[in-house]
């Protein structure tokens, strides 16, 4: 079954920065833009299962209530069942919080609501933000996975049901889902939003990002939430960016994940950008391990409560993870982070001379079934970098689902990540 395309020209299938602008021209109001997303979730959330938790007459209210003087102008936000709200629960895919009310926002919930974005609802999670789905299917193929573990996030902004979302990363939380469904994900350098009030996984990995439908969306986003100018995404000055591809692990990728990249390889070169390989990089697969360990380890000591007071609401695989991850001792915890460490420090080099890495953000399409929200082996490696990631929509595969490429900047780069994203998506929609 396939998805079921919202009205043409409807205020939900705006993109984010248009409908704000349309806001601020009096062209359009945040009711009805509310009501729009509203509506399209109640036609349709029942089959695609992005929400956890909504209040359709508060959210109305709110809708009435707006500020439209903020940079986001009253623009509806999803925000993943791992953040804190004081309005909504938080359970994070968990029936140990079941009903936990937060006594306040997480810090990027306040920052939507200060830059006048409003909050839409709550979206399904996997389990703490690792392994076991939740109810959510990818809206282009209700037989197969959106991705995870920001699933509803991904899933919501792909359906039309908000044009904004929030997601977290530990491993490939956010590219992999945005891959799977056919929208921008962005997963900023490290550190760059508060994580104060989400519910952590791996302190040294997690980091919160960011859902739309074009990467000029998605900057326009991630730029309020930091208060800051949104960057320009038209720089190079009138050349072409210098890509480097890369494919670790490029047994493990599929016909349909060599195709997008093949597709963004030949748009980016008839729109003028050199491409090069990047090769001879046997260090970045050996990462893997590491990822691993730190990842395990982390999830340990970050869930060590639930561990301890309510093991027997855990999945199968959390108590076997957590188990695992406690015999990992500390001296061995910061073993690998200082390796981890090391590997960054190491890894600049291989930005020399280009403006971005070009590669996969999925081993191809979104699996059948939602039992299994797909491999995060693209996604980690960055993630432990601490890099900007930005994953674009890049054709179909050839089952008809959405298949994305992946760029990747150095830390702290973000502006650049956005700006190269911002570019190959016009190229490839010149070829299209």
């Not at 195709?259 to 046997?282: F, K, P, Y």
């Not at 340990?300 to 093991?311: F, P, V």
Request: aromatic share 8%.
């Amino acid at each position: 079954m396939t998805a079921t395309p919202s009205a043409p020209g409807a205020p939900n299938t705006l993109g984010a920065l248009e409908a704000a602008r349309r806001i601020e021209a009096g062209d359009l109001t945040v009711e009805a833009l509310v009501e729009a997303c509203l509506e399209r979730i109640a036609e349709r959330d029942g089959e695609v299962g992005a929400f956890i938790h909504i209040d359709p007459e508060a959210v109305r209210l709110a809708a009435r209530a707006a500020r439209a003087d903020g940079p986001l102008r009253g623009l509806p936000v999803a925000v993943k069942d791992l953040i804190d709200t004081a309005d909504l629960p938080a359970e994070y895919g968990s029936p140990i919080w079941a009903g936990n009310r937060p006594a306040e926002d997480a810090a990027v919930v306040a920052r939507t609501k200060a830059a006048g974005g409003l909050i839409l609802g709550k979206t399904v999670t996997t389990e703490f933000a690792w392994r076991r789905p939740g109810k959510t299917r990818n809206p282009h193929d209700l037989g197969h996975t959106p991705g995870g573990s920001s699933s509803g996030s991904a899933a919501a902004v792909a359906d039309c049901m908000a044009p904004l979302a929030f997601g977290t990363q530990t491993a490939g939380s956010v590219i992999r889902p945005a891959a799977y469904c056919g929208v921008v994900g962005f997963k900023p350098t490290f550190g760059t939003h508060d994580r104060r009030g989400v519910k952590l996984l791996a302190e040294y990995l997690d980091t919160v990002g960011v859902f739309a439908r074009s990467v000029e969306d998605i900057a326009f986003f991630d730029y309020a939430l930091r208060g800051e100018t949104m960057p320009r995404l038209d720089g190079f000055d009138g050349n072409a960016p210098r890509l480097a591809i890369h494919v670790p692990f490029a047994d493990r990728i599929d016909d349909d994940a060599a195709a997008a990249l093949e597709r963004a390889r030949i748009a980016a070169q008839t729109a003028g950008a050199r491409v090069v390989a990047l090769v001879d990089w046997t260090a970045y697969e050996a990462m893997d391990a590491v990822h691993t360990t730190i990842m395990t380890a982390g999830a340990a000591r970050a869930l060590a409560w639930e561990y301890d007071n309510a093991r027997d609401q855990l999945s199968d695989f959390y108590r076997d993870t957590l188990a695992e991850g406690r015999a990992i001792d500390d001296a061995a915890y910061y073993e690998a982070q200082a390796r981890a460490d090391a590997f960054r420090n190491e890894a600049v080099v291989r930005l020399d001379g280009i403006d971005a890495i070009l590669t996969v953000p999925a081993s191809g399409e979104a699996p059948a079934g939602i039992e299994w929200t797909g491999d995060p082996l693209f996604n980690k490696i960055w993630t432990l970098l601490r890099w900007p990631c930005v994953t674009i929509p890049a054709g179909r595969g050839s089952h008809g689902l959405p298949v994305g490429v992946q760029i990747v900047t150095g830390y702290g780069e973000d502006a650049r990540a956005l700006a190269v994203a911002s570019w190959l998506e016009r190229a490839l929609a010149a070829v299209e």
